[in-house]
């Protein structure tokens, strides 16, 4: 029994919402599809996953546990009709550690234009402050949002037509504590590869982008390509004892886990377990026998579910 990590994904990130419907309707003008909903109406809850699947998509008409790029939306049901319901976006304190999920666009001029003519709330506009190449809008619970160009703004500076349907759904964003650790984790234990550092020495600041990346993938532009995970470091964290990040899973509650795909759940269980990774739940833990969680250095939640299209074949 082996598992190889060059065949895993980083297939989803979940996100807690209020009301699923303005939220679906909010990630669908993005121009994402629902391509799988899961109802545990037992215990009173359900799960809407969301991703591009036009055409032109890069993982179109594939299984839902074979693709990268997937928001999953958790509605716990009469959430929705609470007033004081609120989730934390993961960008304030006491709930900070995760930061945004990112978009790549065709033509980011047009793109924010239209969302803005949508009456959506940008956290930042394209012209605000010194990044003149990005944007943040809040979805319906304010989670960030990043917009980012697969294009070199100046190029497409006065295109007003922009397709949705060839947006991508390129990464999650998480802080952490230690940017050694952090990375020795997601390289080491869960086989990422590091594809590019950015350090903003003067903000104090670095950012790591990794991804689970095949050779043909080694030369795509970053901004097509989906399943990024980038860690956000702020110097000095690392030096005090007392310091956390906050998981999303702890009032208060917000942002829920991002989610691996693996060639054989229980053979990478059994790896994990060996590497002395700390389980929240493994696969025979309580009725879901079909998801593990872990967590990584710094307490965020990884579930751990089977590629069904990589499923080993039980023998006669």
Not at 99 to 108: A, E, L
Request: proline content about 3%; some cysteine.
């Amino acid at each position: 029994m082996a598992t190889d990590t060059s065949t895993y994904q980083l297939n989803h990130s979940m996100l807690r919402v209020k009301d699923p419907q303005r939220s679906i309707k909010f990630y669908e003008f993005l121009g994402l599809k629902l391509i799988q909903k899961l109802a545990f109406q037992e215990n009173k809850f359900d799960l809407y996953f969301l991703a591009y699947d036009s055409p032109k998509a890069p993982h179109h008409g594939k299984h839902w546990t074979d693709r990268e790029g997937i928001v999953e939306l958790t509605h716990n049901y009469g959430s929705e009709h609470d007033s004081s319901f609120t989730v934390a976006n993961g960008n304030s304190d006491p709930g900070k550690g995760f930061g945004h999920i990112c978009i790549s666009v065709d033509n980011i001029q047009a793109a924010c234009q239209r969302i803005e003519d949508a009456g959506y709330k940008f956290q930042k506009r394209l012209q605000d402050g010194k990044m003149r190449s990005v944007a943040f809008v809040q979805d319906p619970d304010t989670y960030w949002v990043e917009i980012i160009s697969r294009t070199d703004v100046s190029k497409t500076e006065g295109i007003r037509e922009t397709d949705p349907t060839t947006y991508r759904l390129n990464h999650t964003m998480l802080r952490v504590k230690d940017a050694d650790r952090s990375l020795a984790f997601y390289q080491d234990i869960m086989g990422m590869k590091l594809i590019r550092t950015r350090e903003q020495k003067e903000s104090g600041f670095n950012l790591y982008f990794l991804r689970y990346q095949s050779a043909e993938q080694a030369g795509v532009n970053q901004a097509e390509q989906e399943g990024l995970l980038e860690l956000t470091w702020n110097y000095g964290t690392e030096k005090d004892s007392d310091f956390r990040y906050h998981s999303g899973n702890e009032e208060p509650k917000g942002f829920g886990h991002i989610c691996i795909s693996v060639d054989n759940l229980e053979a990478a269980c059994s790896r994990f377990e060996k590497e002395n990774v700390k389980f929240i739940k493994r696969p025979q833990d309580g009725r879901m026998k079909m998801i593990a969680f872990i967590q990584d250095v710094d307490g965020y939640w990884i579930e751990i579910v089977q590629n069904e299209k990589l499923k080993p074949q039980s023998k006669a």
